[in-house]
């Protein structure tokens, strides 16, 4: 088990926070997953990653605890695009989707059967007020 103690996990399992929120499952949780970074032009950058999750032992069936539920939790795909127009600004537009699988929506008691998306937008403005040079 992964266990941090403050901020999001969204670093490692993930930008939708899933296993952050309700925490992981209790038979701990696998993340494998593939990224890449691509920047076509100084300023720009474009990142995805693709996580497929698992349970790390079998989970009982909720309905009949004599069978177990498949390991599988589903997919996440976080794009983002990012672009640095100034030491002091800078834009980010991204993109996740979760491709919930049975497992998850029995464990997480969820009627989402098509998972879940989310679009973001952030803008970071990072002035310099004060900027003293000390020489030696």
Do not use: C
Request: hydrophobic share 30%.
């Amino acid at each position: 088990n992964f266990n941090i103690l403050y901020g999001l996990r969204h670093g490692n399992f993930g930008y939708l926070d899933y296993f952050y929120v309700k925490m992981d499952p209790i038979t701990g949780l696998e993340d494998y997953y593939i990224g890449t970074t691509f920047s076509p032009v100084k300023k720009f950058k474009l990142v995805s990653n693709l996580h497929n999750f698992y349970s790390h032992e079998e989970m009982p069936d909720r309905e009949d605890i004599t069978q177990s539920m498949e390991k599988n939790l589903g997919f996440e795909l976080d794009l983002k695009g990012s672009y640095k127009l100034s030491p002091d600004f800078s834009a980010t537009l991204g993109y996740s989707k979760m491709w919930t699988t049975d497992t998850f929506d029995a464990y997480y008691e969820s009627q989402e059967t098509l998972g879940s998306q989310v679009i973001y937008a952030i803008i970071t403005i990072s002035p310099t007020f004060f900027k003293t040079e000390i020489n030696h």
